[in-house]
């Protein structure tokens, strides 16, 4: 059974990287034909897609956060993990790795990728920005 | 790229059928079949419930079900139950390869 455990610190200084680590048991990361993805939702507001990594190690990040977010995969260890740098209190929510699903085409040679729904989920994992 | 617009809220008694709406742009819900639907109870991850707009992954109850109508989806939840009411979220793929959610619905049973 597949199973997404997040992992790491809870409380992150402001201006501090905040980094979580996603273990995958139950599946391997690098059989492929899924990405993995993080999701944070913050106090009171709703989920919010952070980014997603194939086992090649391709990425796709949601534009606002962009210049802030490395996801990056590690298929010995079975693991992914996020790094968001200069957090701040917006920053503090309760954050989620999940498995990705979707499809991939190939047009002229060229892989796209069209994954979005995600169909297995962690617990989440709370993260607090505070001094 | 901006949230998804849902209802912020819907209710409805036990039994009846509701709707929740996810209005999007043809960048995303009107541009891709890919729209998928999450139900969360506080507390708990998020659960699928639909995915490619209308498909109803394995063990999800035939009451729930998606559509779409230009750049709108609906997810309809028949014979509502108690257990329905939690907030519900949509998300849909979107240009550029990125994922965009809304900004969730919360239902109520009455």
């Known amino acids: 059974q597949l199973q997404l455990q997040e992992s790491g610190p809870g409380l992150v200084k402001p201006s501090e990287t905040l980094s979580l680590t996603c273990t995958v048991s139950?599946?391997?990361?690098?059989?492929?034909?899924?990405?993995w993805g993080w999701i944070r939702q913050p106090p009171g507001k709703g989920l919010e897609w952070i980014g997603s990594i194939y086992y090649s190690g391709s990425t796709y990040y949601n534009p606002s956060l962009k210049s802030r977010v490395t996801i990056s995969v590690d298929t010995s260890k079975n693991q992914f993990s996020l790094k968001l740098s200069s957090v701040t209190a917006a920053d503090t929510a309760v954050y989620y790795c999940a498995r990705v699903g979707g499809i991939t085409m190939v047009r002229d040679r060229r892989f796209n990728y069209y994954y979005y729904y995600m169909d297995v989920w962690g617990r989440g994992t709370t993260v607090t920005v505070s001094s | 790229q901006s949230a998804l617009t849902q209802p912020a809220s819907v209710s409805g008694s036990p039994g009846q059928s509701i709707t929740i709406s996810c209005t999007g742009t043809?960048?995303?819900?009107?541009?891709?079949?890919?729209v998928s639907w999450y139900q969360h109870h506080p507390g708990k991850a998020p659960k699928l419930m639909i995915y490619?707009?209308?498909k109803r992954p394995s063990g999800v109850s035939n009451r729930f079900s998606g559509s779409r109508s230009g750049n709108t989806a609906s997810l309809t939840i028949s014979g509502l139950q108690a257990e329905d009411e939690a907030d519900y979220y949509c998300?849909?793929?979107?240009?550029?390869?990125?994922?965009?959610f809304g900004g969730g619905t919360k239902l109520t049973v009455l």
């Open positions: 139950g599946a391997s990361i690098s059989s492929g034909g899924y990405f």
């Open positions: 043809s960048s995303d819900v009107g541009g891709y079949s890919y």
């Open positions: 998300n849909s793929y979107t240009t550029s390869s990125t994922v965009v």
């Open positions: 490619d707009v209308s």
